[in-house]
């Protein structure tokens, strides 16, 4: 699940100020999981800036919606209706619940009232821990199920380093070496000779080095007509035949760039 | 030294360096600690070149050492080499991706460069930027890999062809025998062996008791037959730092005895008097460090000594002509 957590107040007070009626929009998924941006939070924090407001001597109108998926168009589309209401929305969804709401409505601004953190997992009430950075690279057959991209502050994927100390990593001794975890399970998952091999470099192509990533995961749902108005005819598939090749790309292998 | 030395065959050394001569005569190789300044203070640099000229067979540039900015690792190793003390460039993981590695390699070995230590870095944490993004990109395992491909194979990372050749680097990596767990460390030597180390320094040892333990793993494993295993001391300058080494830094253990031993050289010295202390302090930390050198000869396997005297180079000399390693081999 994506983990997040609410910005300061003076924090919110200073992207809303002057604004006099605001929509908050909460969302019903990951953010209601961990106690961050649900329908409970985001009543509260709407009361909790009107009342700032009148302490400053400002009047602010925090209205509350909750969708169930900010990230989802569909979810958010019923807040179409009364939207010219308000002067800013301030999403209480992750990133990408802010994203789907500015991007759907290019005509008000959209304010994050949390910080997105992670991908994690709940370890104990009220503790929430990252797992994943979504590579696009799963290196977890290689570690016993124990991502080092993601627990090791330097991204080792040979390690431990001399940071270990019994078994808790120097960067903070709260936290245990990822890599002291690898090896201590390493003869129960028969992993020994593999963690004795050097993991080659990464490929961070798939990663944010890469830019934007896009992926179709499923090619039978995949409709390009209903994702982008362009390219209607033949559905958005055209065949491509081989094109010969131009004077610039010749020009390119000629000096070994390509 | 005196003594008839046999020379390696050129054709047969990897980088030709100075250091890699010494290890391949098979004679105790001594290398030091050249911390570059936060600064750009040239005057200091040619003094501690002068500290370790002629004392050590090679010197450690290190690479921005606890993630503190200082002058740059490359730069200070060419200043050496012009200087005539031939460096030991300290190339860490944090700060560069691999197209600036192998840039920096190719562009410190045509400046004459030609010994590297690979690692992975300090955290960006413990240093004076602590919001820096770190780089990481590859590891230090995948650092000695693709060092050494560029100089056995002429490749770079990308398996393209370096024309003319690749930088003629000796290979260095560290090791930290006292870090968790302990029970894999001999194998994380074996591979950086493997990956195509030729040397190796290893993290600060006073324990030399518990270090010998270590060393028979190796030898019984014959990593020492392929690997040149430098162990690393450095004089202590007072308890209160013995205690911080000891409590502080994962990896170093710097055991009761020699705590007391730096308490009792300044129990009797008024507390006023502060420069009495510390010289008497710092007198005790180079007699320690002499006997710690003198015993790490003594362990089989052990090719050489990495002496880390941090900020404070001018206690090579002492330490060196102490252990009755002078004068360094010519070769």
């Known amino acids: 699940m994506i983990v997040a957590e609410q910005k300061d107040l003076p924090d919110l007070k200073r992207m809303l100020k ?20 649900g329908q409970t939070e985001t009543s509260g924090l709407a009361a909790e800036l009107s009342t700032a407001a009148s302490v400053d001597g400002e009047s602010l109108d925090v209205e509350v919606k909750t969708v169930q998926r900010q990230c989802v168009q569909e979810f958010i589309e019923p807040l179409s209706d009364d939207l010219k209401d308000y002067d800013a929305i301030l999403s209480l969804g992750c990133g990408v619940g802010v994203q789907t709401l500015a991007q759907r409505y290019p005509d008000t601004r959209v304010f994050p009232g949390l910080d997105t953190q992670f991908m994690g997992q709940p370890v104990e009430p009220g503790v929430w821990e990252e797992r994943c950075v979504g590579c696009g690279n799963c290196v977890l057959e290689y570690t016993g ?18 940071g270990s100390e019994g078994g808790m990593c120097e960067v903070d001794l709260s936290m245990p070496c990822v890599w002291s975890n ?3 399970n390493a003869e129960n998952l028969d992993l020994t000779d593999t963690l004795m091999e050097i993991r080659p470099p990464q490929d961070w192509s798939t990663s944010r080095s890469g830019g934007l990533r896009r992926t179709v995961v499923r090619d039978d749902l995949h409709q390009p007509s209903a994702v982008s108005t362009k390219d209607t005819e033949a559905g958005g598939l055209v065949e491509e035949t081989p094109k010969p090749e131009s004077p610039e790309d010749a020009f390119l292998r000629e000096i070994g760039i390509i | 030294m005196g003594q008839a030395l046999e020379k390696p065959c050129v054709e047969e050394l990897k980088s030709g360096s100075n250091l890699e001569r010494v290890l391949a005569s098979g004679q105790f190789a001594v290398t030091g600690e050249l911390g570059p300044p936060r600064s750009m203070n040239l005057e200091l640099i040619n003094r501690k070149i002068g500290y370790l000229k ?31 003390l031939e460096p030991v460039m300290q190339m860490t993981c944090r700060d560069r991706n691999r ?23 300090d955290h960006q944490s413990f240093g004076d930027h602590p919001g820096t993004k770190n780089v990481y990109d590859i590891d230090s395992m995948q650092l000695i890999r693709m060092v050494s491909e560029m100089r056995d194979k002429n490749q770079f990372q990308n398996g393209v062809e370096i024309k003319g050749g690749g930088p003629k680097m000796f290979i260095g990596a560290a090791a930290s025998p006292f870090s968790s767990p302990v029970e894999m460390r ?6 950086k062996v493997l990956a195509g180390a030729d ?6 040892i006073f324990d030399m008791e518990k270090f010998k333990i270590y060393m028979r793993r190796i030898v019984d494993m014959g990593l020492h037959e392929k690997v040149s295993v430098l162990a690393g001391v450095g004089p202590l300058k007072s308890a209160p730092m013995a205690r911080f080494l000891h409590e502080k830094i994962p990896g170093i253990e710097v055991p009761s005895h020699l705590i007391e031993r730096m308490e009792n050289a300044v129990k009797d010295i008024d507390k006023e008097d502060k420069e009495a202390r510390k010289t008497a302090g710092q007198a005790e930390g180079v007699k320690i460090c002499i006997e710690q050198i003198q015993k790490a000869k003594e362990i089989e396997g052990v090719a050489g000594v990495h002496i880390m005297a941090i900020e404070w180079e001018a206690a090579i000399e002492g330490i060196v002509k102490g252990a009755g390693l002078l004068p360094r081999p010519v070769l």
């Open chain 1, 182 to 184: 690898i090896w201590g």
């Open chain 2, 199 to 204: 040397f190796i320094q290893t993290q600060m």
């Open chain 2, 99 to 121: 197209l600036a590695m192998q840039s920096d390699l190719l562009g410190a070995n045509i400046h004459g460069v030609k010994n590297l230590l690979c690692l992975s870095g």
């Open chain 2, 54 to 84: 002629g004392f050590v067979d090679a010197a450690n540039l290190t690479d921005n050492q606890t993630g503190i900015v200082r002058l740059s690792s490359i730069a200070t190793s060419i200043l050496c080499h012009q200087g005539g």
């Open chain 2, 186 to 191: 001999p194998l994380r030597l074996a591979k």
């Open chain 1, 18 to 37: 002057g604004k006099k009626k605001v929509l908050a929009v909460g969302c019903g998924t990951c953010v209601s999981v961990c106690f961050a941006g």
């Open chain 1, 145 to 162: 199920g124990l991502c080092p991209i993601t627990r090791c502050p330097k991204q080792l994927f040979n390690g431990p380093c001399g």
